[in-house]
Nanobody, 122 residues
Framework: QVQVVESGGGLVQAGGSLRLSCAAA????????MGWFRQAPGKEREFVAA????????YYADSVKGRFTISRDNAENTAWMQMNSLKPEDTAVYYC???????????????WGQGTQVTVSS
């Protein structure tokens, strides 16, 4: 049974930082690309960042480029997203997901976590 669990969300002031973690079990982690998505209240879920199987390729939404960094450690079956210079508009539930393809498309991801809340106060 595949399990994907996010952690690290919380409340932070604007300009602050958070580091989200995503742990996966029940599959061969290194065979999957990882992605982070987010959903703000009243909005559709949107792509945030993706990382290839080896970690050699990364891609970011324009809204987070230069502020967020995605990384992974296949030996630990874990991925992270370091979020710096947070803004109130970054407030959302953040989800990590696994895909057999390197893609930004939500429907390309096969396994999803339950999400972790990030709230940025102004």
């Amino acid at each position: 049974q595949v399990q994907v669990v996010e952690s690290g969300g919380g409340l932070v002031q604007a300009g602050g930082s958070l580091r989200l973690s995503c742990a996966a079990a029940g599959l061969t982690f290194s065979m999957y690309c990882m992605g982070w998505f987010r959903q703000a209240p009243g909005k559709e879920r949107e792509f945030v960042a993706a990382i290839s199987r080896s970690g050699g390729l990364t891609y970011y939404a324009d809204s987070v480029k230069g502020r967020f960094t995605i990384s992974r450690d296949n030996a630990e079956n874990t991925a992270w997203m370091q979020m710096n210079s947070l803004k109130p508009e970054d407030t959302a539930v953040y989800y990590c997901a696994l895909s057999s393809r390197y893609t930004t498309a939500e429907n390309g991801y096969e396994y999803w976590g339950q999400g972790t809340q990030v709230t940025v106060s102004s």
